[in-house]
Structures are given as structure tokens and as C-alpha cells.
């Protein structure tokens, strides 16, 4: 057992630091360390929401810091398509989860949904294709008894 526990990295994030977070008050490093530790430790997205839930006067800045915030960290809407059809690499369709669920960017969730209301029939689409591979290697299979 040793006392230093390596998840415990982001503890060194403090409660302040968290609250000038979520007022978009922090220097773009520091934006980008504080969503990294968030993204790897789900005891610091506790300690976000209780700070986010203790704060009367977020919801009154909140929106307009992320759209400001929005202009630094906002997926394209291309990606976000990409993101829909699970065709990201696995970092970034990462960061855009975190960015949807956690920071619950109003402008992407929107635009998501939009989106997904858009296409409904590319990820079906895909399945299809999918379906009709297996379907054609599995026919493959039998025939390669004819082989010699
Ligand atoms: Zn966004």
C-alpha cells in the first residue's frame, strides 16, 4: 500500500480553482489542465458539481462564459457529426463526451441534437453494410469447401 495514491493528482486542484472554472476566469493552461484532471478523475467531477451547485451566482454567468469558452473548446460541426457516427479517434470523441456531459455546452448540445435529428439513417445505414459483410463472409465460408 503506498500513501501516495497517483489519482489523487488532481486533490492538488483546489476548490477556488475549480470555482474561477466554472466563472471562465482561468488562463487558457490552466482551462486546459483543470478539464484534463477533470476528465481523469471522477472525484474532482464531484467536487465540480458541489461547487457548481453551491455557487448562487453561476447560472447568472454561466452562459455567457460558455459561449466565450465555446470559441476555445467547441467541437466543429463536423466533428460532431464524426462524433455522432463514433468515427473519432478515441482522445478527441473522449474530450467531446466530457464536453457534452460534463461541461453540458449548450451550443454543441444543441447543435447535437440537431444533428442526430438530421441523421437518423447514417448509423443505421452503417449497421446495414455491416450486416450484409457478415452475411457475405459467412456465404464465403461455405463455398470453401469447394476449394481443393
Ligand atoms: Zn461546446
Same mark, same amino acid.
Given at each position: 500500500?503506498?500513501?501516495?495514491?497517483?489519482?489523487?493528482?488532481?486533490? #492538488?486542484?483546489?476548490?477556488?480553482?475549480? %470555482?474561477? =472554472?466554472?466563472?471562465? &476566469?482561468?488562463?487558457?493552461?490552466?482551462?486546459?489542465?483543470? /478539464?484534463?484532471?477533470?476528465?481523469?478523475?471522477?472525484?474532482?467531477?464531484?467536487?465540480?458539481?458541489?461547487? &457548481?451547485?453551491? %455557487?448562487?451566482?453561476?447560472?447568472?454567468?454561466?452562459?455567457?462564459?460558455?459561449?466565450? %469558452?465555446? %470559441?476555445?473548446? @467547441?467541437?466543429?460541426?463536423?466533428?460532431?457529426?464524426?462524433?455522432?457516427?463514433?468515427?473519432?479517434?478515441?482522445?478527441?470523441?473522449? =474530450?467531446? $463526451?466530457?464536453?457534452?456531459?460534463?461541461? /453540458? @455546452?449548450?451550443? @454543441?448540445?444543441?447543435?447535437?441534437?440537431?444533428?442526430?435529428? $438530421?441523421?437518423?439513417?447514417?448509423? #443505421?445505414?452503417?449497421? +446495414?453494410?455491416?450486416?450484409?459483410?457478415?452475411?457475405?463472409?459467412? +456465404?464465403?465460408?461455405?463455398?470453401?469447401?469447394?476449394?481443393?
Amino acid at each position: 500500500m503506498s500513501r501516495e495514491d497517483p489519482t489523487q493528482g488532481p486533490a #492538488a486542484i483546489e476548490e477556488e480553482t475549480l %470555482r474561477a =472554472y466554472l466563472a471562465d &476566469r482561468l488562463p487558457p493552461e490552466l482551462m486546459a489542465r483543470v /478539464e484534463k484532471a477533470l476528465r481523469e478523475s471522477a472525484s474532482l467531477r464531484a467536487r465540480l458539481e458541489d461547487v &457548481r451547485n453551491d %455557487r448562487d451566482d453561476f447560472h447568472l454567468h454561466s452562459l455567457g462564459a460558455i459561449w466565450r %469558452r465555446s %470559441r476555445l473548446t @467547441c467541437p466543429t460541426r463536423q466533428q460532431l457529426g464524426s462524433y455522432l457516427l463514433d468515427a473519432l479517434d478515441p482522445d478527441l470523441g473522449a =474530450y467531446f $463526451q466530457f464536453h457534452l456531459e460534463v461541461v /453540458e @455546452c449548450p451550443f @454543441c448540445q444543441a447543435n447535437l441534437a440537431d444533428l442526430e435529428a $438530421q441523421s437518423v439513417t447514417p448509423s #443505421a445505414a452503417i449497421a +446495414s453494410v455491416t450486416r450484409q459483410q457478415r452475411i457475405l463472409r459467412s +456465404s464465403e465460408h461455405l463455398l470453401g469447401d469447394d476449394n481443393p
